[in-house]
């Protein structure tokens, strides 16, 4: 089935330091993939998304590109800051039929340091 | 805009008893989704309203059933509630569930069954 895996961590940075937090995809249809971000006693909110191959999806300086050849939608951010620390989801929909519902990770926790 | 609203934010009930939350789409947002939220099994999804017809349904018991209204608000209700049912419980409207048409997820009701 339909599926998305990405690294759990939980992963603990110091500030200004490089972020990657690899996502995988199962490669069914032609799904659009997005991240979220859940900050602590709040819902999820949208990051960044792309829906094709080769798309570059980015938004307060986090970039993911959907790299179907790889099925991965790595998500990353050249300088990490404080505020950045929550946990950040990757999902999946699919496109066409009636699967009205995306497929989310397990999430990823992010600490920042400073 | 005011975003989703979902309520109350929390609840505690006993096992056995049945409860029902609330939320409040975006104006205009037609389509409502809920998610359930635990630290084991992470974000799943529980079902998609559009116009008021259910379109899409998880993997969960019957005792999870939900609705929606003419205004596009929406209810969910679980019966018989057992421990595992601890949760949080995420509601999120849009347009259309779709690629072009993200999420907007609530706040979310912590539940908590003792």
Known sequence: GDSVTQMEGPVTLSEEAFLTINCTYTATGYPSLFWYVQYPGEGLQLLLKATKADDKGSNKGFEATYRKETTSFHLEKGSVQVSDSAVYFCARLNSGGSNYKLTFGKGTLLTVNP | ?114
């Open chain 2, 1 to 114: 805009k005011a975003g989703v609203t979902q309520t109350p934010r929390y609840l505690i009930k006993t096992r056995g008893q049945q409860v029902t939350l609330s939320c409040s789409p975006i104006s205009g947002h037609r389509s409502v989704s809920w998610y359930q939220q635990t630290p084991g099994q992470g974000l799943q999804f529980l079902f998609e309203y559009f116009s008021e017809t259910q379109r899409n349904k998880g993997n969960f018991p019957g005792r999870f059933s939900g609705r929606q209204f003419s205004n596009s608000r929406s209810e969910m209700n679980v019966s018989t509630l057992e421990l595992g049912d601890s949760a949080l419980y995420l509601c999120a409207s849009s347009l259309e569930v779709s690629y072009n048409s993200p999420l907007h997820f609530g706040n979310g009701t912590r539940l908590t069954v003792t």
